[in-house]
Each structure stands twice: as structure tokens, then as C-alpha cells.
């Protein structure tokens, strides 16, 4: 059996998401333990939710729905990388002390500890990060917080680079007990038409 981790939050009421987006809520229309012959349920919820994978459609005006985005951006090798960053910065160039070794790069900067607790002081990417990755061969960059850029940011300076350099993007993975190492990421987004993101599954395959 291959060896997994799973590197998604547990979804329940109980998460957080970004302030003022909907909120994760579940809804049963039947219970075996009411009589019922099935448990069946309805779900309320942000796309933008635990692990997800954002849609060019999200932050750019011609950007196409997450059903439109090729798998094989979100399967294969997959580089963890360390980052020690004060709480609240962007990721530069200069704090990634290692080669660039897979086309898909996640970020652990522990800024972002508890999924059930949305704070805004975590960490991001800066646009300058987004195209030193993307010169390397990168094409999806991951990170251990809600957004690639900043809680304040309006611009969105770094989801403007990932447009402009065509890269996927996963928020909202849990990395905090992953080792640096190269693995098998598995993170495939719901094929909802039209959709500005879904939340994913997302996996690491250990290769050794």
C-alpha cells in the first residue's frame, strides 16, 4: 500500500474561512438514527474552503472556471519546502534556501496553525517568489495559509503574477508535521462548471 499523507484540514462547522465568506454548514434531510433508511445531507459552504484549489476565474477578469484547469497540473512530483518568515510577510526569492527540484512547490511557514481559527497575520507569497518558481519550471505553488497574498491586500499582487505565468495554486493545505522532502501530490478539484474554486483532497505520496 503506498504511503499517504493527508494534507487537508478536517472540514466541519467549526472552520474558519475568510471573513464575511460562507461558512461551512451541513444539513441532514434524513437520519437512520430518526428512522430514516439512509443518512442524506446538504452542504452551505464558501468554495474557498480548508484545502482548495483556486480558478484563474477567481482573480482574473478572462480567467477560466476550475472545470477548465488540465489534472495534470494538481498529480506528480511535489517539492515541501521550509520557510522561516515573520508572521504577516511575503515569501521572497532569497528566503527559500534550497533547489527548486519538482514543477510543483508547497510552502510550510507555520504561520497559519489552526484551520478552526482564521487569523490574518499569516504568511504569503510575493509576486517576485511567484516568478523566480515559475522560471524554474513550476507550475503549481501550494502554502500553509488562506491566501498567496496578504489578509489586507487588495491588489493581489501574487494571484495577478500566478495569472500572468498561467500556475495553479493550492491554499489552505496543513503541513505542520511534513518533512522538507520530495513527494507525490494527489490534489484534484471538483469539476464544477464555471466554479472560482473547489475545495481538494490533497495528498502527499512519500517516494522513499
Same mark, same amino acid.
Given at each position: 500500500?503506498?504511503?499517504?499523507?493527508?494534507?487537508?484540514?478536517?472540514?466541519?462547522? *467549526? !472552520? =474558519?474561512?475568510?471573513?464575511?465568506?460562507?461558512?461551512?454548514?451541513?444539513?441532514?434531510?434524513?437520519?437512520?438514527?430518526?428512522?430514516?433508511?439512509?443518512?442524506?445531507?446538504?452542504?452551505?459552504?464558501?468554495?474557498?474552503? =480548508?484545502?482548495?484549489?483556486?480558478?484563474?476565474?477567481?482573480?482574473?477578469?478572462?480567467?477560466?472556471?476550475?472545470?477548465?484547469?488540465?489534472?495534470?497540473?494538481?498529480?506528480?512530483?511535489?517539492? %515541501?519546502?521550509?520557510?522561516?518568515?515573520?508572521?504577516?510577510?511575503?515569501?521572497?526569492?532569497?528566503?527559500?534556501?534550497?533547489?527548486?527540484?519538482?514543477?510543483?512547490?508547497?510552502? *510550510?511557514?507555520?504561520?497559519?496553525?489552526?484551520?478552526?481559527?482564521?487569523?490574518?497575520?499569516?504568511?504569503?507569497?510575493?509576486?517576485?517568489?511567484?516568478?523566480?518558481?515559475?522560471?524554474? =519550471?513550476?507550475?503549481? !505553488?501550494? !502554502?500553509?495559509?488562506?491566501?498567496?497574498?496578504?489578509?489586507?491586500?487588495?491588489?493581489?499582487?501574487?494571484?495577478?503574477?500566478?495569472?500572468?505565468?498561467?500556475?495553479?495554486?493550492?491554499?489552505?493545505?496543513?503541513?505542520?508535521? %511534513?518533512?522538507?522532502? %520530495?513527494?507525490?501530490?494527489?490534489?484534484?478539484?471538483? *469539476?464544477?462548471? =464555471?466554479?472560482?474554486?473547489?475545495?481538494?483532497?490533497?495528498?502527499?505520496?512519500?517516494?522513499?
Amino acid at each position: 500500500m503506498p504511503d499517504l499523507i493527508d494534507i487537508s484540514p478536517l472540514i466541519s462547522p *467549526r !472552520i =474558519g474561512v475568510w471573513p464575511g465568506d460562507t461558512p461551512f454548514s451541513q444539513k441532514y434531510l434524513c437520519r437512520i438514527e430518526e428512522g430514516s433508511n439512509i443518512d442524506l445531507s446538504a452542504v452551505t459552504t464558501t468554495m474557498h474552503l =480548508g484545502a482548495h484549489a483556486d480558478a484563474p476565474s477567481h482573480y482574473a477578469k478572462d480567467g477560466v472556471g476550475i472545470d477548465k484547469r488540465p489534472l495534470s497540473l494538481y498529480y506528480g512530483l511535489c517539492q %515541501v519546502i521550509h520557510v522561516q518568515v515573520s508572521k504577516g510577510m511575503r515569501i521572497m526569492p532569497r528566503d527559500v534556501c534550497t533547489e527548486i527540484v519538482a514543477p510543483r512547490v508547497l510552502f *510550510r511557514t507555520g504561520s497559519f496553525p489552526n484551520p478552526d481559527q482564521f487569523t490574518t497575520d499569516f504568511c504569503s507569497l510575493s509576486p517576485e517568489l511567484v516568478h523566480f518558481l515559475a522560471d524554474k =519550471g513550476v507550475v503549481l !505553488i501550494g !502554502i500553509d495559509t488562506p491566501s498567496v497574498d496578504p489578509c489586507t491586500s487588495k491588489e493581489l499582487e501574487s494571484h495577478q503574477a500566478i495569472a500572468n505565468r498561467d500556475l495553479a495554486i493550492l491554499e489552505g493545505i496543513v503541513l505542520q508535521d %511534513v518533512k522538507a522532502d %520530495v513527494y507525490r501530490l494527489m490534489a484534484f478539484p471538483l *469539476r464544477i462548471e =464555471g466554479a472560482d474554486a473547489t475545495p481538494v483532497r490533497a495528498v502527499l505520496e512519500k517516494l522513499t
